[in-house]
């Protein structure tokens, strides 16, 4: 009787149909990651809090919002899904980005008083969560 261990029969199956296996481990790899499901929840949040904005603000402030917020999970993916570590940094870098622009953006909508400073505070605290962890993504691929 030989005994495979869960390792040898990755090995194998990688070997064995490389292009589905990979291609299957990395479809369902970015999904699992913490940054990428928070982030997930930020759409969510910031799409609840912008339904409360002035109508004037459907195709300016509310569009940019909501462009950002989808842009952060949108490039985790697809910084995950290109395969190579200066890609996947790369796109963090960019998710990072669009994390600041939002954040910028968040701050004028306060300032304009388009909702009460208590309808920011979970968006607030999810971006701050995020953005340290995508920070840290980013230092962890520098390696």
């Known amino acids: 009787m030989v005994v495979i261990n869960s390792f040898q029969l990755i090995s194998f199956q990688l070997s064995a149909l490389p292009e589905i296996a990979y291609s299957y481990y990395m479809i369902s790899s970015y999904k699992n990651l913490i940054v990428w499901q ?18 004037t603000e459907m195709f300016g402030l ?30 963090t870098m960019i998710a990072f980005g669009s994390g600041a622009e ?14 009460e400073k208590e309808d920011y505070i979970k968006v607030d ?10 920070n840290k993504l980013r230092h962890s691929l520098d390696n």
């Open 62 to 91: 509310v569009s940019q919002m909501r462009r950002c917020a989808v842009s952060i999970p949108s490039n985790i993916a697809e910084g995950k899904q290109r395969g190579t570590r200066k890609e996947y940094r790369q796109f």
């Open 125 to 134: 605290e999810l971006l701050g969560e995020i953005l340290r962890m995508l």
């Open 102 to 115: 939002l954040e910028t953006q968040i701050e004028i909508s306060k300032r304009l008083g388009f909702c």
């Open 38 to 55: 928070k982030s997930m929840e930020l759409v969510i949040e910031v799409y609840k809090l912008t339904d409360a904005f002035p109508k």
